[in-house]
């Protein structure tokens, strides 16, 4: 009895994985590279050929500097890989402090957008060209059916899109919508640690909340930038460090948690 | 040398001090030759109006070649006179002549009369009086023959070759054998740039949005099949619609990358033909090709579509982008060498080799305000401390770390050194406050006692 309630369960969730990854048998994933984190996602990974939401609170839902370097620092690795297109409706991205905190901009096309609407055409555009990997557009809010376009356009050839929610300056904040998003992160700054003996800040860190995973869980960690600020980077691990999970998240049962802080 | 510089007494080659002594209020400017050789090759396409075949001589003279031309001014003489009314004109000096070859022509442009005409096989006669250095020679060997004295070409053209060519060299002979037809001289006559250019007329003009979509088509294959026979390819074309009312309505795109691809060119235009009032119709349609620059074939291939990273996607998408955005509005960063923060940056082109020369040991900002911010209410215990708390934007922020000074100074090399001014720095620090936000703020000049030192926000670190 059981063993056939297992089956139809094995079943219906493969069923729902082939619908979640929107018809493509070759969906890709790109693991964070700590099982802390990598095993909230299905694949075992940040999925790719979909788009992500990143967001801030306060200062940053205007100012969007935590949530667009997390963004940068998760995508990196894609951003190795092709090139990577920067939407933007203020021009006040530094690039000199993105290639700080190790991403490789050599490839960063910036565009700046007019409007809203115009941001997210243009999301959509550099989503559906061959040869980019990752599209990054730093926009108010989308709409449900700005979401499922943006999917559309990421399924063409599999390129991954990280729209940053960023309010204009003085403007009001409007109501987050239902979201087509594959996940939903909250990224908020947290106090650095210089390393012992050393003085100033201590490389970035940053409170990060997945708010929502589809077909996987949420969880909340404290990150720091691994190759913030020096030359010894680009080694091939993922230049974003897992310091210590923070609490209220759920866990696997079988995978027990080991504190690193 | 012009007329009135001529009744003074002066001539070309003198030394400037002597002119002076004869001409005390005479004005003096440098040489330019580059400008001479601009406004001579400026002068060479204006000839171009009477024969297609114009070579520039030299820094100052050009010759024409007008055989086969001349009968559509009614003669020589009438071409001539038409030339010489519009040079004057114009208010350029000048001496013309006309005769059979080249060697000819300079010598009686500039050491016969002006305006002479020599007829056919007639220029024996004309040269005879003319001094050797007509022929064009070196200083040093025109010297040598009026040393010997001879003083006339026609001398010249009594002396057996063989002695003459062993005495003068052969330069000589060759020069003499030019000036008289016996040997030929090949000019290298400037070419004007044939225009990029394509037309289509129709018989009933044409208003409605397809019927132009679809000319803009056809006028595009038309230019594009020219610039695929020659091997090239433009990086700019401009679509004009000529109303029947005379009105003419242009369209401009821009490509990344030098293309002859007429589908892709009609569907930049596609989006901005909407927005052309046709009017009472459109009669013509023209497409200009700009920056036209070599383009070798590329065979299609049927995989190119899965060539990820090639640059065969991208240019479409940046050519678009340009197109519905603006040109200024997508760019890669480009490094400058600078320690200004807001000059280490340039845009570039979006389409281009990829370089990164920051330094990533200097921590920059994440975000880079473009006017750095006012700070208020900063309190820094020692005029030489960062701030323990500020106000930026209405908000408090206590400061909970900082790093810091880093000195950013003037670029003192770039400007003149009057300018320089050692007040004019910046002493950057990197705080960090106690939800975490980390701020670059700077206080602008050196501590002076007893005034409030000014504090600014320059940008926001992750």
Redesign the interface.
Not at chain 1, 102 to 121: H, N
Not at chain 2, 91 to 109: E, K, Q, S, V
């Given at each position: 009895m059981s063993g056939f309630r297992d089956e139809r369960l094995a079943a219906l969730k493969a069923k729902i994985a082939t619908l979640e990854a929107g018809g493509r048998a070759d969906s890709e994933s790109l693991p964070f590279g700590d099982s802390h984190i990598d095993s909230c996602f299905l694949d075992g990974g940040l999925p790719l050929g979909c788009w992500h939401e990143f967001g801030g609170e306060?200062?940053?839902a205007e100012?969007a500097?935590?949530p667009?370097?997390?963004a940068a620092l998760v995508a990196a690795p894609l951003a190795r890989?092709?090139?990577a297109v920067w939407i933007l409706r203020r021009?006040?991205?530094?690039?000199?402090?993105?290639?700080?905190?190790?991403f490789?901009?050599?490839?960063?096309?910036?565009?700046?957008?007019?409007d809203e609407d115009?941001a997210l055409a243009?999301a959509e555009?550099?989503l559906a060209?061959?040869?980019?990997a990752a599209v990054f557009a730093e926009v108010e809010t989308v709409s449900l059916t700005a979401g499922r376009r943006l999917q559309l356009a990421c399924e063409k050839r599999g390129a991954t899109g990280f729209v940053i929610r960023r309010r204009p300056y003085g403007g009001k904040a409007k109501a987050a919508g239902g979201s087509a998003a594959a996940s939903r992160w909250r990224v908020?700054?947290?106090?650095?640690e210089?390393g012992p003996g050393e003085?100033?800040?201590g490389p970035?860190?940053?409170?990060v909340e997945l708010e929502r995973c589809r077909g996987g869980r949420t969880g909340s960690w404290l990150f720091e930038?691994a190759d913030a600020?020096?030359?010894e980077?680009s080694d091939g691990t993922h230049p974003l460090r897992l310091v210590a999970p923070l609490g209220g998240q759920q866990l696997a049962p079988s995978q027990p948690l080991r504190r690193t802080a | 040398m012009d007329r009135a510089g001529r009744r003074l007494g002066l001539y070309v080659g003198q030394k400037a001090t002597d002119a002076a002594a004869i001409a005390p209020e005479l004005v003096t400017a440098e040489a330019e030759p580059e400008a001479d050789a601009r406004a001579l090759s400026a002068l060479v396409d204006w000839c171009v109006r009477f024969s297609p075949a114009v070579a520039a001589d030299g820094p100052d003279g050009l010759f024409m070649d007008i055989s086969g031309v001349a009968h559509l001014w009614g003669g020589e003489a009438e071409l001539l006179a038409d030339f010489q009314s519009r040079l004057s004109a114009n208010g350029l000096a000048f001496r013309i002549a006309i005769a059979d070859t080249p060697g000819a022509a300079w010598a009686l442009a500039h050491y016969g009369q002006d305006g002479a005409i020599a007829r056919p096989g007639q220029q024996i006669g004309l040269l005879a009086p003319l001094p050797p250095a007509a022929l064009r020679l070196e200083p040093e060997t025109a010297a040598q023959i009026d040393r010997l004295g001879l003083k006339v070409l026609a001398q010249l053209f009594d002396i057996p070759r063989a002695p003459l060519a062993r005495r003068f060299g052969i330069e000589t002979l060759t020069r003499l054998d030019q000036a008289l037809g016996r040997s030929k001289e090949a000019l290298i006559f400037h070419r004007a740039p044939t225009p990029w250019f394509a037309r289509l007329a129709f018989a009933e003009p044409i208003s409605a949005p397809e019927d132009m979509a679809r000319v803009a088509f056809d006028v595009g294959a038309a230019l594009c099949a020219r610039l695929e026979k020659e091997g090239q390819g433009a990086r700019r074309f401009e679509l004009c619609f000529h109303r029947v009312d005379g009105q003419v309505a242009p369209l401009q795109v821009g490509l990344a990358l030098a293309a002859r691809d007429p589908t892709r060119i009609a569907k930049l235009f596609a989006p901005k033909i909407e927005t052309i009032d046709p009017g009472f119709g459109v009669e013509v349609v023209t497409l200009e090709a700009g920056e036209v620059e070599a383009l070798s074939g590329r065979q299609a291939r049927l995989d190119s579509l899965l060539e990820a990273g090639s640059a065969e996607g991208l240019a479409p998408l940046i050519d678009r982008l340009t197109n519905r955005l603006g040109e200024d509005r997508v760019w890669k960063a480009r490094p400058v060498e600078s320690h200004v923060p807001e000059q280490s940056v340039v845009p570039g082109a979006a389409l281009g080799p990829s370089v990164a020369g920051w330094d990533p040991e200097r921590p920059r900002p994440f975000r880079l305000f473009r006017r750095p911010e006012p700070l208020e209410a900063v309190t820094a215990l020692m005029p030489d401390d960062p701030p323990r708390q500020f106000r930026w934007r209405g908000q408090l922020h206590r400061v909970r770390r900082a790093e810091g000074p880093e000195r950013i100074g003037q670029e003192w090399w770039r400007g003149a050194i009057e300018d320089v001014r050692t007040d004019h720095i910046r002493d950057y620090y990197r705080v960090e406050d106690e939800a975490g936000a980390r701020f670059w703020l700077f206080r602008a000049g050196t501590y002076t006692p007893g005034t409030q030192a000014k504090w600014w926000l320059h940008g926001l670190f992750a």
């Amino acid at each position: 009895m059981s063993g056939f309630r297992d089956e139809r369960l094995a079943a219906l969730k493969a069923k729902i994985a082939t619908l979640e990854a929107g018809g493509r048998a070759d969906s890709e994933s790109l693991p964070f590279g700590d099982s802390h984190i990598d095993s909230c996602f299905l694949d075992g990974g940040l999925p790719l050929g979909c788009w992500h939401e990143f967001g801030g609170e306060g200062m940053e839902a205007e100012t969007a500097a935590c949530p667009a370097a997390f963004a940068a620092l998760v995508a990196a690795p894609l951003a190795r890989r092709g090139e990577a297109v920067w939407i933007l409706r203020r021009d006040d991205l530094f690039v000199p402090g993105l290639v700080g905190l190790g991403f490789p901009a050599e490839r960063l096309i910036q565009v700046c957008a007019r409007d809203e609407d115009e941001a997210l055409a243009v999301a959509e555009d550099a989503l559906a060209t061959p040869g980019v990997a990752a599209v990054f557009a730093e926009v108010e809010t989308v709409s449900l059916t700005a979401g499922r376009r943006l999917q559309l356009a990421c399924e063409k050839r599999g390129a991954t899109g990280f729209v940053i929610r960023r309010r204009p300056y003085g403007g009001k904040a409007k109501a987050a919508g239902g979201s087509a998003a594959a996940s939903r992160w909250r990224v908020t700054p947290a106090a650095s640690e210089p390393g012992p003996g050393e003085f100033g800040l201590g490389p970035p860190r940053w409170a990060v909340e997945l708010e929502r995973c589809r077909g996987g869980r949420t969880g909340s960690w404290l990150f720091e930038a691994a190759d913030a600020f020096t030359y010894e980077a680009s080694d091939g691990t993922h230049p974003l460090r897992l310091v210590a999970p923070l609490g209220g998240q759920q866990l696997a049962p079988s995978q027990p948690l080991r504190r690193t802080a | 040398m012009d007329r009135a510089g001529r009744r003074l007494g002066l001539y070309v080659g003198q030394k400037a001090t002597d002119a002076a002594a004869i001409a005390p209020e005479l004005v003096t400017a440098e040489a330019e030759p580059e400008a001479d050789a601009r406004a001579l090759s400026a002068l060479v396409d204006w000839c171009v109006r009477f024969s297609p075949a114009v070579a520039a001589d030299g820094p100052d003279g050009l010759f024409m070649d007008i055989s086969g031309v001349a009968h559509l001014w009614g003669g020589e003489a009438e071409l001539l006179a038409d030339f010489q009314s519009r040079l004057s004109a114009n208010g350029l000096a000048f001496r013309i002549a006309i005769a059979d070859t080249p060697g000819a022509a300079w010598a009686l442009a500039h050491y016969g009369q002006d305006g002479a005409i020599a007829r056919p096989g007639q220029q024996i006669g004309l040269l005879a009086p003319l001094p050797p250095a007509a022929l064009r020679l070196e200083p040093e060997t025109a010297a040598q023959i009026d040393r010997l004295g001879l003083k006339v070409l026609a001398q010249l053209f009594d002396i057996p070759r063989a002695p003459l060519a062993r005495r003068f060299g052969i330069e000589t002979l060759t020069r003499l054998d030019q000036a008289l037809g016996r040997s030929k001289e090949a000019l290298i006559f400037h070419r004007a740039p044939t225009p990029w250019f394509a037309r289509l007329a129709f018989a009933e003009p044409i208003s409605a949005p397809e019927d132009m979509a679809r000319v803009a088509f056809d006028v595009g294959a038309a230019l594009c099949a020219r610039l695929e026979k020659e091997g090239q390819g433009a990086r700019r074309f401009e679509l004009c619609f000529h109303r029947v009312d005379g009105q003419v309505a242009p369209l401009q795109v821009g490509l990344a990358l030098a293309a002859r691809d007429p589908t892709r060119i009609a569907k930049l235009f596609a989006p901005k033909i909407e927005t052309i009032d046709p009017g009472f119709g459109v009669e013509v349609v023209t497409l200009e090709a700009g920056e036209v620059e070599a383009l070798s074939g590329r065979q299609a291939r049927l995989d190119s579509l899965l060539e990820a990273g090639s640059a065969e996607g991208l240019a479409p998408l940046i050519d678009r982008l340009t197109n519905r955005l603006g040109e200024d509005r997508v760019w890669k960063a480009r490094p400058v060498e600078s320690h200004v923060p807001e000059q280490s940056v340039v845009p570039g082109a979006a389409l281009g080799p990829s370089v990164a020369g920051w330094d990533p040991e200097r921590p920059r900002p994440f975000r880079l305000f473009r006017r750095p911010e006012p700070l208020e209410a900063v309190t820094a215990l020692m005029p030489d401390d960062p701030p323990r708390q500020f106000r930026w934007r209405g908000q408090l922020h206590r400061v909970r770390r900082a790093e810091g000074p880093e000195r950013i100074g003037q670029e003192w090399w770039r400007g003149a050194i009057e300018d320089v001014r050692t007040d004019h720095i910046r002493d950057y620090y990197r705080v960090e406050d106690e939800a975490g936000a980390r701020f670059w703020l700077f206080r602008a000049g050196t501590y002076t006692p007893g005034t409030q030192a000014k504090w600014w926000l320059h940008g926001l670190f992750a």
